[in-house]
């Protein structure tokens, strides 16, 4: 697994900023990595916590120094990691709980190395949604601007030729004129306009984002990767979940705190209430219509077998390469549709202009007046 790059991007397609899908302003999830990278390698060859945190804290972004700093203070004071970490801030929930099991068994280290590949595969998941947003988004702004420049100074220019030379113009023609002539005569206040959007937007963004997930989440071209990048997510976390002891039911009550997907998250919780109820797993599982029939059956296998983390972690695994797969096809058809609405976009534009040159050319060499 190669190490990603961390980039913003809207909460229902990566999961936020932490393990849990949570937003952390003090701890980002390329720190989380780093911390559990240092963590397993040093306390795996039996260095002391107290020792391993005060390295750690020399690795980390400087921002998230003080919070590994705090952390470490406490433990040498007698707390212990998990509740250090809670204190502190900047760890979700699902990570305090995987170390807090994990003291519990008296494998820190163990946990350290799944909630570094955990953290890792979030990452790769939410580079390859952050890849598949950013395209389309470059593409249109551009669309956007070159439209608004024809329209502040192109059409009016051309319209006020094609008027003075007696054209008689299409419907059409007429309104992108009127519309370019207004614009170019009140450019302060269109970009007043657009800077009160930026900011309202960045003051409702998260209003913003669940709106836009949410439509997302029922197109065809994206229904799929979304629910291919949930399911990586609330795998990865059951595996590190799993490694660490912690019950099953407890697993999934904090693994679908990871889970954006709404009949995903629905599904999950419907069976953990069920199995806490009494049901049984493998009877459960085939109610989870969310996932694929082949996930479904190789869980089923793996509950018989008693080896439900090692299905959990090729789980994450697979699903992390799926959400490859599914987006680097989702860009290769967004490509020639982003063509295309570049065309109409800029085209609409083009040919509102271009057609009224074209029979004014035509007119003037066969002779015919303009009018």
Known sequence: MKVVQAISVPSFLSGGGNLGGGQSRTLKLSDHAVLNDQLFQLLSRGVPLVEALEVVAQTVAPSARPRIEKIRQQVAAGSNFADACKNAGGF?????????????TGDLAGAAKQLA????????????????????????????LVAGVMMVVVVPMLGTQLIDAGVSLPGYT???????????????????????????????????????????????LFREVALA??????FTVMAAMSRSGVPLSDALTTANQAVNHPGLR??????????????????????VTALPLGTRRLLIAAERAGDLESAFNSLAGDMTDEV?????????????????????????LLASVMVPLLTLSSKMASGTPGS
């Open 92 to 104: 979700d929930n699902v990570t305090c709980a995987v170390y807090r099991a994990a003291e519990r």
């Open 117 to 144: 590949i955990t953290a890792r595969r979030i990452l790769a998941v939410a580079g390859r949604a952050g890849t598949m947003l950013i395209y389309p988004i470059i593409v249109i702004t551009v669309s956007l």
């Open 174 to 220: 007429k309104v992108m004129i009127a519309m370019g002539t207004w614009m170019s005569g009140n450019i302060g206040l269109i970009l007043a306009g657009v800077i009160g959007l930026i900011v309202a937007a960045v003051l409702v963004r998260e209003k913003i984002v669940v709106v836009f997930g949410a439509v997302l989440r029922r197109l065809p």
């Open 229 to 234: 990048q949930e399911s990586a997510r609330f």
């Open 266 to 287: 629905g599904q999950m919780e419907r069976l953990r209430t069920r199995l806490v109820e009494g049901g049984v797993l493998r009877l459960l599982i085939d109610d």
């Open 324 to 348: 490859d797969r599914r987006s680097a096809r989702l860009l290769a058809i967004l490509q020639p549709l982003l063509i295309v609405v570049m065309f109409v976009i800029i085209g609409t």
